[in-house]
């Protein structure tokens, strides 16, 4: 089947499964899990439900350049994103990092006047064309970001909001909140006050509760934004082994600033760096993409080195 | 440089400095006293009026026919009723609009659009209201309302709760919408990673998040609705008195025209039997009407937000 079918806008009935708690038939008559709930109103073909191949890739992005209004802030960036692994994004401030990360789900949308131009495939289907709906590549693609940002709503209620608008039949959806917030290591720590505010957390709790609620929705690919920038090296450790354990079931984008970081736990790693061109524009390029361990020990860029080994290029 | 020997004395300001400074204080506290003072007064006085129209008026005058204060007739129900039908019109009108403008606005409109429709609204919040009166009786009334309802009266209920209405929408609606922008765009991004459309975004994180804000504006805007006089004197042509009715297409009274109408005076109305105190008595029952309302808005936003 074509895989492109299951990134189109749904069939209006299940479209209004958004806005209502009541789902369209099929999805609560599927079995109770996110992923089902997730995929089964969508015309799900072998490439999505897992018969994908061993290493697959998947993200093919080619001559992507993105603008913010008239202002380039990335140029150019081919890269290939394997299945199951941990793809490291490093660089200086400024240099397009979180901008890049965006175009995974197309969340640049959301920014007024941001544009992505070249293409990005995700499996083999260009996310930005015309009748892609942004909506089904965020279901699969999901997102953590830099600053926790739970709903001002319970511990239950966060993790449940995505499942709820896949139309996962309430009956399950404690299966399904149990679940993510185990993978994510906060179980043992919020059992017992699911229905409390999500804002009681300390910053570290907050960020796992939103990779649990990125993960509770069962996305082939989770984003990562600096994800340990506001915490503690004891939760830094928590995530950590959390992305360690996820990459067996997620492919895994991070972005990061702390490099040790990145020599951990990423399978590859992307070097960006931003040029200033003759009129003073900053735009960001990348500069060296290859597995971490070369990146580390041998990369082939100077200003790779340089960067790398605190000699900021 | 560090200095050899510090003394009190070197860390001190200059007396003219100290008196300047002590100077602007008293003004400032004076201003402040000012209002505090000028409040008091306003309470006093008509709590005075009240208490004198309360204390010499026979009780079954206060629940008779309807509002005529000069034959000593003080039906405060007439009043109420009308005041409650004509502040739920206008809520009715006003509320809907209202959010779905500040929603528009907050979540789906262009920054261009935004830009021209703002102020659109603002111009709408900046029409006086003498001129909604006048529009009710000129507009709304004959050019609407009589091709639904043949018998309805040239002055009338629901034109002034229209009319009101339409007064309090900008005010909703820019309380609103403040309360919608002031909700953090990572919570919108939270929702959009997640797969939400934007009206599911709007309705499950924006509308929740925003509540208390929501509640506010609508609070504001009922006591604005309640106190609104300009409006319904001329629209609802209830002036210095009238009759027990619950149609919306008749004319009657509020609270707030009747005290107009008694302010006016026409007919030497101050020493006539009671009813230039009534003025104070129905003054004394708005005031308090709209304190109890913005304490109870007060008590609910502070519940909302202390929710989560
Ligand atoms: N919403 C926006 N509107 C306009 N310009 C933007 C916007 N977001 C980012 N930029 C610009 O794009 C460039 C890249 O920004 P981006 O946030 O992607 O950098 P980054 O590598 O993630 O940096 P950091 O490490 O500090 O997070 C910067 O010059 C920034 O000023
Ligand atoms: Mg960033």
Known sequence: MNPEKALMTQEPDARASDVSDAPDATASDVPATAATGVHARIDVSGVVSGQRPEAGTVFECAEVDVYYGDFRALRDVSLDVAEHGVTALIGPSGCGKSTFLRCFNRMNDLIEGARVEGTVNYYGVDLYQDEVDPVEVRRRVGMVFQKPNPFPKSIYDNIAYGPRLAGVKRSALDDVVEGSLTRAALWDEVKDRLKMSAYGLSGGQQQRLCIARAIAVQPDVVLMDEPCSALDPIATGRIEELIAELKTEYTIIIVTHNMQQAARISDMTAFFSVQANEMGHRTGELVEYAPTSLIFTNPDDPRTEAYITGRVG | ?308
């Open chain 2, 1 to 308: 440089m560090t200095p050899d020997h510090l003394t009190a004395a070197d860390l001190q300001t200059s007396l003219g400095r100290r008196i300047r400074s002590q100077t602007v204080r008293w003004l400032f506290m004076g201003a402040a006293a000012v209002t505090v003072l000028v409040s008091a007064l306003i309470i006093w006085t008509v709590a005075s009026g009240a208490w004198t129209f309360i204390s010499q008026v026979e009780f079954t005058r206060l629940t008779d026919i309807g509002w005529f204060p000069r034959r000593g007739l003080f039906d405060l129900t007439t009043l109420l009723v009308n005041s409650a039908q004509i502040s739920v019109i206008a809520m009715a009108v006003a509320v809907p609009s209202g959010f779905g403008a500040a929603f528009y606005l907050s979540e789906y409109a262009h920054p261009r659009v935004r830009r021209v429709m703002k102020p659109t609204l603002e111009l709408l919040a900046s029409v006086p209201s003498v001129v909604l009166g006048v529009f009710a009786i000129s507009f709304i009334t004959p050019s609407i309302l009589t091709n639904f309802f043949s018998e309805i009266n040239f002055f009338n209920k629901l034109a002034a709760g229209i009319a009101v209405g339409l007064l309090v929408i900008p005010l909703i609606a820019s309380i609103s919408e403040d309360a919608l922008r002031a909700v953090p765009q990572a919570l919108r991004e939270a929702s959009a990673g997640l797969g939400a459309r934007r009206v599911t975004t709007s309705i499950r994180v924006v509308l929740p998040a925003a509540m208390s804000g929501l509640m506010a504006a609508t609070i504001v805007g009922f006591s604005r609705a309640i106190g609104e006089t300009m409006v319904v004197t001329i629209a609802s042509g209830g002036g210095d008195t009238s009759l027990y009715n619950l149609s919306l297409f008749e004319s009657g009274g509020t609270l707030t025209s009747a005290m107009a109408a008694l302010g006016l005076g026409t007919d030497q109305v101050a020493g006539n039997n009671l009813a230039f105190q009534s003025l104070f008595f129905l003054g004394a029952l708005l005031f308090a009407m709209t304190l109890v309302l913005n304490m109870v808005g007060d008590v609910i936003v502070r519940r909302l937000q202390n929710r989560y």
